[in-house]
Every structure is written in structure tokens, then in C-alpha cells.
């Protein structure tokens, strides 16, 4: 009579402990994505990054020099397209977020319906229209319907992250693919932009800048045909990759179900915003985020005219993402074996003691080449980090509220939508300061007050942000045992 009840209670034990092992393990399988399915997931990434290196390098001296506009109404442009890009993210992100399910999943039908608008809209920016008076309004529509079809693709894709796997290393493996791409991504951009506009860059012009003669109009017609030509390769690349990405792809519905009630925007703004690790994250990236795009827009100037090596530069930026893509496999194992936190500490602040070297020397392309490696890992840390470390607010946020669920495009929107406004001010700003300067358009030198503010944008100014977005850093709550008990809790709510 006592016998009987416990070995019934052993075999009742026995079995739940089996269950939950093979429900772990089943857990594991259904969340596990091949190689092939991370690969085509990561060249959905190359887009953005591709375009986004093209622009970043590449538009603000294609305005001033082959555009020719002033420098202030290329200020206008870049600041007024990137504000407007970073208004329409939550936008996207919120209406995404209300997206019903269909066939081809949540985020798969923004991503296939905003490619072509997306593609000739791009290569419309680098059309040089033949009349003078509709130049600004002609980069300034076509700018910011880029920016904004762009947003279409991009949100749905960054919140598509939490959509491949509920597994968090297979995300966390994903991610690594994803930034591996999108660093390729940007040498590929930058490449592309680089070479052809580089074989076919025309000299400086001397002297009065307003007498051209015709073979300074045939030199000019050259930039603008390679400008063209660039631009076509890129629109190319963009449709093959969403393709690979929509063929090879598939979206998991029971990830994102929605088990609440759709809510309003500002809902929405109030919750993402009222969530502090989440504040904390976005702020101390947005600073960092800052420093690099500051150097990112300046540095073809830099070197073409504070250094001196006008042939040289589109070389220069390549080794800087070539640098960059070889880095991502190492702060992937990095952040692994020592934590994220570790990971943004050194990885951010080891491009700062080449800011300042490069500043402080004479010119020297074999300085410049070094500096150049020495940076590109730094860039990769800060390409990998943030969209490492957002799936881990979002997973967060799931624990501290169970009953709240569907909401991971908006997060990621108004992660993109503070990076965007951030680019969009360091654009405008540098070409600002750059114009109060006194910047010669196509000269062949430039006068010392411009060359003084080129090096505070790509050294000074980077430096003092980095620290800032440091200090961010060290309030911001999520650490690797918070982590890994986030992602135990998880498994046993689903």
C-alpha cells in the first residue's frame, strides 16, 4: 500500500522530466535555422548598407562638386531628407505593426512592394537635371521619397530579426551573418561608387571658378555619366538582393502573433519610450552612432584635401570597409566568450587613438592606409553591436510584460528613427560648417579655416561624442546573467 503510490510517483516524475527534455529539445529544433536560411536572410541586409555607403560617402561631395549647388542649400538637402527619413520610421514601424498576417508573412510584403519605387527613386538622385533653377527641389523630393521608400524595406526587415527564430542564439548567429553582409554590403557600395566615380574623377579646377570652359564642361560630363553608371550597378545589386531575401526566407508566424489589441502610435511612443534599458541602449548608440557618421561624412574630404590625396581616397575608404567585414567574425566570437557590455567598451574605443593620429601628423598615404585598417575595426563593432543588442531589449520587455506582444517593428523603428535624425544633423551641420568656412567648390586646394574644420569633424568631435555615448553605457542594466535568465524565462513562456 506504500509502495505502489511512490513508485507510481517515480514514474509520474520520470515521464515529466523526459516531457520537459524533449519539449526543450524540440524548443531547440523547430527555433534552429540552416546556414542557407541565415545567408539569404543576411543579403537582405546589403540593400540598405549598400545605397547607404554610396550616400554617405559620396553625396555630400557629389553635391558640392558635380551638382555644384551651394553649400548651404546641399545642407538643406541632406538635413531635410535625413529628418524626413527619421520621421517616417516609427511611422512604418507602427503601421507594420498593425499589418495583418498574409501568405507571404508580415514583413515579406513591404519588403517586396517598396523595391522598385525604392530602386528608381535611388538612381534619380544622381541625375543631374538640366535646369538650373529645379536643382534643389529636384534633390530634395527625390532624396527624401528615397529615404522613405528605404524606411518600407528596412524596418520591416531589422523587426524581421525576431520573426526567423524563436531561439535566441540562432538570432544572436543570424545577426552575426546579417552585420557580415551588411559590412560586405558597405564595401561592395562603396566600391562601386568609388572606382567608377574614381577612374572617371575630373581634376580641380584653378583659378576663377566661374569661367569653365568647354573642356571643363567635357570633365564635368564625365563625373556625372560615372555618377550614373554607379548608381544603375547599385539598382541591380538592390533587386537580387531582395529577391534572395523574399525567395529565401520564411517568416515564422507563430513568432509574431498578435495576442493583444492593436494600439495607437503614441501608445506605442509612450511604451518604447518609457522603457529604460531600452532609452538607455538607444541613447548611448545614438552618440557613437554619431561619431562615426561624422567621420563617415567628412573623410573623403579629409583626404582629398586636408591630406592631399584627392586620387587616392575612394581606395582609402574601400580598405576602411574591407577592414570592417574581416572584423565582424571576431567581435561576433568576442562578444560571446566576454559579453556585449565588454564588447562596446574596447570595440568603440579602439578606433579613438587613430582619430587623433591622423590629425596630428604630416600627410602620408602609408599613415593614412593604417589608420584606415585600424578604424574599420572599430566600424564593424559598431555595425554588429546595436542589432545585437536589441533582440535582448525586446526579449526584456517580453518578460516584464507577458501580456504584451507584437510590438518589435516599433522598437526597431525608433532605434533607426534616432540614428537617421542623428546622420541627418551631423550632414547638415558638416556641410554647414564647412560653407561659414569658406569651402571652395572643385578647388584645388581649400583654405586653412576649412581644412582646420575638417579635422574637427573626423577627429575632435567624434572623440568627445564617443566618450558621451561611453558613459551611457555604463547605466544601461542588461548584462550577461540578465541575459541568459531573460532567455530561459522566454523558453518556458512559449
Not at 63 to 88: E, K, N
Not at 149 to 159: E, G, I, N
Not at 163 to 168: H, K, L, P
Not at 170 to 198: H, W
Request: proline fraction near 4%.
Amino acid at each position: 500500500a506504500v509502495i505502489e503510490p511512490l513508485t507510481n510517483m517515480i514514474h509520474y516524475n520520470t515521464l515529466m522530466t523526459v516531457f520537459k527534455v524533449t519539449q526543450h529539445k524540440l524548443h531547440e529544433y523547430i527555433g534552429r535555422l540552416s546556414v542557407c536560411s541565415k545567408l539569404c536572410y543576411a543579403i537582405g541586409g546589403a540593400p540598405y548598407q549598400i545605397t547607404g555607403s554610396a550616400l554617405g560617402f559620396f553625396l555630400q561631395i557629389y553635391l558640392l562638386d558635380v551638382a555644384q549647388l551651394d553649400p548651404f542649400y546641399a545642407s538643406i538637402i541632406l538635413f531635410a531628407g535625413r529628418a524626413w527619413d527619421a520621421v517616417t520610421d516609427p511611422t512604418v514601424g507602427f503601421l507594420v505593426s498593425r499589418s495583418r498576417w498574409t501568405r507571404c508573412g508580415r514583413m515579406m510584403p513591404w519588403i517586396l512592394i517598396s523595391t522598385p519605387f525604392a530602386v528608381l527613386t535611388y538612381f534619380l538622385i544622381w541625375y543631374v537635371p538640366p535646369v538650373e533653377q529645379w536643382k534643389v527641389l529636384w534633390y530634395l523630393i527625390f532624396y527624401c521619397l528615397f529615404q522613405s521608400l528605404q524606411t518600407c524595406f528596412h524596418v520591416p526587415y531589422s523587426a524581421l530579426t525576431m520573426f526567423i527564430s524563436t531561439d535566441q542564439k540562432e538570432r544572436d548567429s543570424a545577426t552575426a551573418y546579417r552585420m557580415t553582409v551588411e559590412v560586405l554590403g558597405t564595401v561592395v557600395g562603396t566600391a562601386i561608387q568609388g572606382q567608377i566615380v574614381g577612374g572617371a574623377i575630373a581634376p580641380c579646377l584653378p583659378g576663377d571658378l566661374d569661367v569653365l570652359d568647354n573642356s571643363n564642361f567635357t570633365l564635368l560630363g564625365s563625373d556625372k555619366r560615372a555618377y550614373l553608371i554607379a548608381s544603375a550597378v547599385i539598382c541591380v545589386m538592390y533587386v537580387l538582393c531582395a529577391a534572395v531575401l523574399f525567395l529565401g526566407v520564411r517568416e515564422q508566424e507563430e513568432c509574431g502573433c498578435l495576442k493583444t489589441e492593436p494600439m495607437s502610435f503614441f501608445e506605442g511612443m509612450r511604451m518604447v519610450m518609457g522603457y529604460g534599458p531600452y532609452v538607455k541602449l538607444v541613447m548611448g548608440f545614438l552618440f557613437t552612432s554619431l561619431a562615426f557618421m561624422l567621420l563617415e561624412g567628412n573623410f573623403a574630404l579629409f583626404i582629398s584635401y586636408t591630406m592631399g590625396l584627392r586620387n587616392d581616397f575612394q581606395n582609402i575608404l574601400l580598405v576602411i570597409m574591407l577592414s570592417g567585414t574581416l572584423s565582424i567574425p571576431f567581435w561576433q566570437w568576442f562578444l560571446t566568450r566576454f559579453g556585449k557590455k565588454t564588447a562596446v567598451y574596447i570595440g568603440i574605443t579602439w578606433a579613438v587613438p587613430f582619430m587623433i593620429l591622423i590629425v596630428c601628423i604630416e600627410s602620408s598615404l602609408i599613415v593614412a592606409y593604417v589608420v584606415s585598417v585600424a578604424a574599420g575595426v572599430s566600424v564593424a563593432a559598431a555595425f554588429l553591436l546595436p542589432w545585437s543588442m536589441l533582440p535582448d531589449v525586446v526579449d526584456d520587455f517580453k518578460v516584464k510584460n507577458p501580456d504584451s506582444s507584437g510590438h518589435e517593428a516599433i522598437f526597431y523603428s525608433f532605434y533607426v528613427f534616432f540614428t537617421k535624425f542623428a546622420s541627418g544633423i551631423s550632414l547638415s551641420i558638416s556641410t554647414l560648417s564647412l560653407d561659414f568656412a569658406g569651402y571652395v567648390t572643385r578647388g584645388c586646394s581649400q583654405p586653412d579655416a576649412v581644412n582646420l574644420t575638417l579635422k574637427v569633424l573626423v577627429s575632435a568631435a567624434p572623440v568627445v561624442l564617443i566618450f558621451l555615448g561611453l558613459l551611457i553605457f555604463k547605466t544601461y542594466p542588461i548584462d550577461e546573467e540578465r541575459r541568459q535568465g531573460n532567455r530561459k524565462l522566454l523558453q518556458e513562456m512559449q
